[in-house]
Nanobody, 114 residues
Framework: QVQLVESGGGLVQPGGSLRLSCAASGFTFSSHWMYWVRQAPGEGLTWISTIDPGGGRGWYADSVKGRFTISRDNAQNTLYLQMNSLKSEDSAVYYC???????WGQGTQVTVSS
């Protein structure tokens, strides 16, 4: 069965960095677009980033452009999100999502606070 398992979240100070990982299994990872989506407390789901199946191109929400980098390792079936210059407003649960929004991970909490 399809599984997406995120890791790498935690507590970080403003200006700090984190790298999220998403281990994928149960499907041909290299054939699928992948997304990162986040949900801040009390808010709805917000799209953050998309990567094409080959990993050659990434797209970003304006709120994270220039600070976050999406990447993937198709040999390891793993999706990444490198997050730099973190701000308090980046605090959220981050979800790894398969293209088509048909499968979601359980989410990983990112808290940016001093």
């Amino acid at each position: 069965q399809v599984q997406l398992v995120e890791s790498g979240g935690g507590l970080v100070q403003p200006g700090g960095s984190l790298r999220l990982s998403c281990a994928a299994s149960g499907f041909t990872f290299s054939s699928h677009w992948m997304y990162w989506v986040r949900q801040a407390p009390g808010e709805g789901l917000t799209w953050i980033s998309t990567i094409d199946p080959g990993g050659g191109r990434g797209w970003y929400a304006d709120s994270v452009k220039g600070r976050f980098t999406i990447s993937r390792d198709n040999a390891q079936n793993t999706l990444y999100l490198q997050m730099n210059s973190l701000k308090s407003e980046d605090s959220a649960v981050y979800y790894c999502v398969r293209g088509g929004y048909d499968y979601w991970g359980q989410g990983t909490q990112v808290t940016v606070s001093s």
